[in-house]
């Protein structure tokens, strides 16, 4: 349930974004560039299920 409380925030913190779309895309995209640089993971190994 953490994960929701964190997307929730996302979407609180902007408003000028009322379907959340490109919040929640921006969001993951700053989370898979987090994850990138932190570890050596091949960016082809990653699988978003859309």
Do not use: C
């Not at 989370?31 to 978003?48: A, G, M, R």
Request: aromatic share 4%; charged share 30%; proline share 6%.
């Amino acid at each position: 349930m953490r994960g929701l409380y964190e997307i929730q925030k996302w979407l609180d913190n902007n408003p000028s974004d009322p379907s959340g779309t490109d919040t929640i895309l921006n969001k993951m995209l700053e989370k898979i560039t987090q994850i990138e640089s932190s570890t050596e993971i091949d960016p082809t190994d990653i699988d978003l299920g859309i």
